[in-house]
């Protein structure tokens, strides 16, 4: 069920504008956006530059929290059809011994499995066919955006077509989803903290003839001769990457002839493959300060860039657009301030700050190529996981600012800021996954027996954030309008790991807050309309 938006923006609130918003690039996440934005009732403009789809793929997977993610853009039944699940991630050193070892689950906590190969012009493929038949939605190809203009009450952008022709366009707010090249990022002129961690790598995309099996899905070989990536992408895709070594040149590298000799030790030749691509790129690691300047926002890779080696670049992009859509339309309605978007920066750059150094100190496992400084990494990472069998992934990044339920002296409260897990439900409809039978956008979740204590202003304040309110029951239990059944007992437990009666869930899926007793989840309620009227605290700066 795509999350939705009982509330519009009430009339004479704003100005006459050609959209409610103007995104900026129209990749996945900006495509992601887009549909959010209009399955809430927004006017959604999204100006492409290119005038036509990109064929070549660039992300080749994500997660299962990113999974989920997608899915609430109505796309999950099409997700299946175009990923594949990975198996595993490891890294060998040059003599074939495992140095890292992570299993994935075909089922995940979040309802997905742990990780997903994709080739990204299906995706995108999958997410423009979602937003043309969105009411609102409206994507233009072929418009590169050349101006920006903030106004009292809206924004202009001027967009010139492939023949120089300009236009203007007209929102309340901007989003620029447009890339590591970000004009909305230069326009604003956003300091830009860099770590200056990158290194050169050919990345090689191919097709193959026939299909074969690679256990695990993803390696890393730590070979200082030469490392090298080895990952799915998507249903009879797959890509390899090799570092440019010291003293190689670059030119060299960037050969076609080059990419077929270092393919053919895996069995891809011409005989077996379509080479689709293979071309040198530097990976970054950086992030803009700022993700909002009045009401132009950053989001994706005009906002960061990271380092590939945890596969978190466009999951961190989708992350972004998530965490800003609900916070857009609550102010597009009227329910909360435009301070509320400062939360947005607040949140997502720390966790981004969080991905970019976990994903450097990867990168400086991964990339060397001194055999001594080698041999010794092996040898300390064998010693450190000797008789260890596969370890599973880490679970979903938390929030730890922001909006959630907090503490006097300001801490979030355990389990605020965790991401909730998805489990299975039966409802009067059927069973399925929890976003599908209950419904996305803000949850009240309640233990069985639990007293709401829900009068009738609070009501009509859940009623205006189109709130879910939902009794969890056993799974034997017999559901009802508003209660579940808990196949497998994933929430009844996660309710008894927390001691809580009352779980308020963001549309994010990040928990705003837990409470148990009488009043639970009412308090609950009254702390978050509190917060919304007043907006959380100002950002504070990311540490660097």
């Given at each position: ?120 012009p299906a995706l995108e493929e999958l997410l423009a066919s979602r937003a043309a038949g969105l009411p609102g939605s409206t ?80 390696v890393q070989i730590c070979d200082p001769a030469r490392p090298t990536t080895l990952v799915g992408s998507g249903p009879g895709h797959r ?306």
């Open positions: 069920m795509p999350e939705t938006s009982p509330h519009k923006q009430p009339a004479g609130a704003g100005p006459e504008t050609d959209a409610d918003v103007i995104v900026v690039g129209n990749g996945p996440v900006g495509a992601t956006l887009g549909i959010l934005l209009a399955q809430r009732g927004r006017r959604t403009l999204v100006l492409e530059r290119r005038g036509r789809p990109y064929t070549l793929p660039r992300a080749t997977s994500f997660d299962g929290e990113t999974a989920r993610l997608l899915a609430g853009c109505g796309t999950g039944p099409g997700l299946g059809r175009i990923t594949e699940p990975a198996t595993g991630y490891q890294w060998h050193s040059a003599d074939g011994e495992v140095l890292l070892d992570i299993a994935f689950r075909a089922e995940g906590p979040y309802g997905w499995p742990d990780a997903s190969t994709v080739h990204q994507v233009v190809r072929g418009r590169q955006v050349v101006g920006i203009e903030e106004q009292d009450d809206r924004v202009v952008v001027t967009a010139e077509d492939e023949d120089g022709a300009a236009r203007t366009y007209t929102a309340r707010w901007v989003v620029g989803c447009d890339g590591a090249n970000s004009f909305v990022r230069d326009h604003l002129e956003v300091p830009v903290t860099d770590l200056g961690f990158s290194y050169e790598w050919l990345l090689c995309d191919v097709r193959l003839h026939e299909p074969r099996e690679f256990v695990p899905t993803n890509r390899w990457e090799f570092m440019r070594l010291p003293g190689e040149r670059a030119a060299d590298l960037n050969r076609e002839e080059t990419a077929w000799r270092l393919l053919a030790p895996y069995g891809v030749t011409p005989d077996t493959a379509t080479l689709l691509r293979s071309t040198t790129y530097i990976f970054q690691s950086r992030w803009a300060e700022r993700w909002r300047a009045g009401r132009v926002l950053l989001a994706g890779d005009a906002a960061h860039l990271m380092p590939p080696f945890a596969g978190q670049g466009m999951c961190s992009g989708i992350r972004d657009v998530v965490n800003l859509v609900w916070k857009l339309d609550l102010v597009a309605g009227g329910l909360a301030p435009e301070s509320l978007l400062d939360t947005y920066t607040e949140e997502r750059r720390a966790q981004v700050h969080r991905s970019i150094l976990s994903s450097v100190q990867l990168g400086r496992v991964i990339c060397v190529t001194d055999p001594s400084a080698a041999a010794e990494r092996d040898s300390t990472v064998l010693a450190g996981r000797r008789g260890r069998g596969p370890a599973l992934p880490d679970p979903a990044s938390p929030l730890r600012e922001g909006l959630l339920h907090r503490r006097a002296d300001g801490s979030p409260l355990s389990p605020a800021g965790e991401v909730v897990p998805q489990g299975r439900v039966r409802g009067p409809g059927g069973t399925g996954l929890f976003d599908d039978v209950v419904g996305r956008g803000f949850v009240l979740m309640l233990a069985e027996g639990a007293d709401a204590g829900l009068d009738a202003e609070r009501s009509a304040f859940l009623a205006d954030l189109g709130t879910h309110v939902v009794t969890l029951l056993p799974e034997d239990g017999t559901p009802q309008v508003m209660s579940v059944a808990d196949v497998g007992g994933v929430y009844r437990a996660f309710l008894a790991r927390h001691g809580a009666d009352a779980v308020l869930i963001r549309p994010d899926y990040h928990v705003y807050g837990a409470a148990s007793g009488l009043g639970a989840a009412a308090a609950l309620v009254d702390d978050l309309r509190a917060r919304l009227s007043s907006s959380a605290k100002a950002p504070t700066n990311c540490p660097t």
